[in-house]
């Protein structure tokens, strides 16, 4: 459990994060209100959810499918009554949609159409709509998952007829042992992809969001566009397992 310190450092970091987000976006011309800051809080224990909530974040994201569903059984997010946000942003085994759909708020890993199918599946049973986003691997290492960019506008024409799914745009990590000129091109080159689509895809499918930039980037991401930043370590501290 997190101690007094430990809370009060996370408070700490959650005021540092919101002025350093407040100066990125200075710098491209843009509002803090466009910003989605998500804590990412894999590993760590609902004391320290609870001490962010108190210094303000509404938005969790975790990438282990049991850790989600057994934080949102203690803490349920908003659709299932709760006052917070679980976003799952981890990748994800077909087996385990239906416990994403019971339990997450909103799905950041989606791509492929078999994926597809089984969350609208699960989401018909569930009777609710799901929020996603595609999962772009824009590095292009393979050892990420996602979808190559030109596989993107397939997977639409695919998610169209989900109707229990409903895409709000595009999430991507950045190469993780890159130099800053590389990860800046692999932003630019996201929101160039993001900016190729229309608004309005299909009833189902629209680009108003762009999750991408973590602890290391996030500034540089909102400067090329995020709406979505998803950080752990400099709010939270170093995992602790």
Known sequence: MAGLADMEAISRNV????ARIADACRRADRSPDEITLIAVSKTFSMAAVEAAIRAGVCHFGENRVQELATKCTEAPGHWRGGNRTWHMIGHLQRNKARDVVRFADFFHALDSSRLARALNERAETE???????????????VSKFGL???EVAPLFDEVARCERIRVEGLM???SLHAGPDKIR?????????????????????SMQQLSMGMSRDFEEA???GATHVRI????FGERIR
């Open 232 to 235: 752990g370590s400099a709010l």
């Open 148 to 150: 190559h960019p030109d």
């Open 15 to 18: 005021l540092s994060i919101r």
């Open 127 to 141: 009777e609710r709509v799901l929020p996603c986003l595609v999962q772009v691997n824009i590095s292009g290492e």
């Open 172 to 174: 991507a990590m950045t």
């Open 185 to 205: 091109r692999e932003f630019r080159n996201m929101r160039t992809l993001f900016d190729a689509f229309p608004t309005q895809i299909a009833p189902n499918i």
């Open 222 to 224: 909102i400067e090329e």
